[in-house]
C-alpha cells in the first residue's frame, strides 16, 4: 500500500552537507507521520529524526542541531537536509510512515530501498 522512495545519498566529507529526499505518495492524505532512520553496517537502525503532518519536529540527540527535516504536501515528499556531517553518520538512510492507530493505512507497507551516506575524507 506505501511505496516509499528515498534518494540523494552519495559520499561527502566530513564536516560537509547533503540533502536526501523521501517519497511517500498518500502520506498527506493519510495524515501520516514521517520517520527518518539509518542503520549503519553491523549495527541496529536507529531512529533519529519524524515529521507531524502540522510541520512539528523531533529529533535524537545524535543528529540534533545538524539535521533537519521538512516537507511538501502538495508533492508527498519530504526533505532532510544533514549538515556538520560525521563519519559516525555513515549509514543507509530510510524513510517510513507511521499512523498512531495499528490499523493506519501510514502502517502499512515495507521498506524502501533506502540511500546509502558515506562521510569520508
Known amino acids: 500500500e506505501v511505496q516509499l522512495v528515498e534518494s540523494g545519498g552519495g559520499l561527502v566529507q566530513p564536516g560537509g552537507s547533503l540533502r536526501l529526499t523521501c517519497t511517500a505518495p498518500?502520506?498527506?492524505?493519510?495524515?501520516?507521520?514521517i520517520n527518518w532512520y539509518r542503520q549503519a553496517a553491523g549495527k541496529q537502525r536507529e531512529w533519529f529524526a519524524r515529521i507531524y503532518l502540522d510541520g512539528n519536529t523531533h529529533y535524537a540527540d545524535s543528529v540534533r542541531g545538524r539535521f533537519t527535516v521538512s516537507k511538501d504536501n502538495a508533492e508527498d515528499t519530504v526533505f532532510l537536509q544533514m549538515n556538520s556531517l560525521k563519519p559516525e553518520d555513515t549509514a543507509m538512510y530510510s524513510c517510513?510512515?507511521?499512523?498512531?492507530?495499528?490499523?493506519?493505512?501510514?502502517?502499512?507497507?515495507?521498506w524502501g530501498q533506502g540511500t546509502q551516506v558515506t562521510v569520508s575524507s
Open positions: 498518500g502520506f498527506t492524505t493519510h495524515k501520516c507521520v
Open positions: 517510513k510512515t507511521f499512523g498512531f492507530s495499528p490499523s493506519d493505512w501510514c502502517n502499512t507497507g515495507s
